[in-house]
């Protein structure tokens, strides 16, 4: 019943911007967990940013020009990315660790997105 949908990828030139999104619905109770993974051709999939509680985690590879940031209230989460290169191409997912009504208060669930996918080049 917890579905995760991501939105903004697009074609994007090197040194350019995009901002995904990502949106989760249904009988949420809580989400603890929320970021952003992502798989480029012929990779392994790679953390890429995660916030938990106050926190955040960023893959070395991404820091100084992706931005995690979340909307509780609305349960989204937004990844900004600036400055993006050739080797950021890849499909990006969002995932989450929540607790659902369906599920009980008390279970935590692990949910992911269907992915977007992001291509830079000239």
């Known amino acids: 019943q917890v579905q995760l949908v991501e939105s903004g990828g697009g074609l994007v030139q090197p040194g350019g911007s995009l901002r995904l999104s990502c949106a989760a619905s249904g009988s949420i109770f809580s989400i603890s967990d929320m970021g952003w993974y992502r798989q480029a051709p012929g990779k392994q999939r790679e953390l890429v940013a995660m916030?938990?509680?106050?926190?955040?985690r960023y893959a070395d590879s991404v820091k100084g020009r992706f931005t995690i940031s979340r909307d509780n209230a609305r349960n989204r989460v937004h990844l900004q990315m600036n400055s993006v290169n050739p080797e950021d191409t890849a499909v990006y997912f969002c995932?989450?660790?929540?607790?659902?009504?369906?599920?009980?208060?008390?279970?935590?669930?692990?949910?992911w997105g269907q992915g977007t996918l992001v291509t830079v080049s000239s």
């Open positions: 916030t938990s509680g106050g926190s955040t």
């Open positions: 995932n989450a660790l929540l607790r659902a009504l369906h599920t009980g208060p008390n279970r935590d669930l692990e949910v």
